[in-house]
């Protein structure tokens, strides 16, 4: 009895761990912040890469401190409990194969075989003034975690003023929850 509670212990953190970890967007500009977060295997082979379908808008001054962050805690759950939810993935099982699946598609499910084999790791964006709706030139950048072979950006972008920047990092919690961060000052 004693091996099956541990056995079970054991399944359910890999399941709620699974898929990296959780994705946050923190927007510190005046400006609005569209692009797309991917997530990709980081085991070897860069397959399965996952999208986000839609451009997702994050609004200026949208952060943790105010309540206003993306949160993405996978796939699935971000559905219901993000300020922004992204209805379709992308999913790409190879260079040629490629396809949309809803957020409640079953391998994207915490513990499916497609959350199970990706993490959080890059964002290709533009930063937007949100009263005009132009384009904040050279605000625009792809950033990459550090060590993600699959994609060959930094994990820090400064715009050539230097007035603005972007980077991605990860942070380990103290349950071992791995969070991934897109800071844009």
């Given at each position: 009895m004693k091996k099956i509670?541990?056995?079970?212990?054991?399944?359910?953190?890999?399941l709620a761990y699974s898929q990296g970890g959780t994705m946050?967007?923190?927007?510190?500009?005046?400006y609005e912040y569209r692009g797309g977060i991917i997530a990709n295997n980081f085991a070897g082979g860069c397959y399965?890469?996952?999208?986000?379908?839609?451009?997702?808008?994050?609004?200026?001054?949208?952060?943790?401190?105010?309540?206003n962050a993306l949160i993405y805690s996978n796939y699935?759950?971000?559905?219901?409990s993000s300020l922004y939810p992204m209805p379709n993935w992308t999913v790409s099982l190879s260079s040629t194969n490629s396809n949309v699946?809803?957020?409640n598609f079953g391998s994207l499910i915490p513990g499916g075989a497609i959350s199970n084999n990706t993490k959080w790791s890059a964002s290709k964006f533009a930063m937007y003034d949100p009263v005009t709706n132009l384009y904040i030139p050279e605000f625009s950048t792809t950033v990459s975690l550090?060590?993600?072979?699959?994609?060959?950006?930094?994990?820090?972008?400064?715009?050539p003023n230097g007035a603005n920047s972007a980077e991605i990092?990860?942070?380990?919690?103290?349950?071992?929850?791995?969070?991934?961060?897109?800071?844009?000052?």
């Open positions: 509670v541990i056995l079970l212990g054991i399944t359910m953190a890999s946050i967007v923190n927007n510190y500009t005046p399965p890469v996952i999208g986000t379908t839609d451009t997702v808008i994050v609004p200026p001054n949208s952060h943790t401190g105010n309540g699935r759950d971000q559905f219901t699946r809803p957020w550090a060590g993600n072979s699959c994609y060959m950006a930094p994990d820090f972008y400064a715009t990092f990860t942070i380990t919690t103290g349950t071992g929850l791995v969070e991934t961060y897109l800071q844009l000052y």
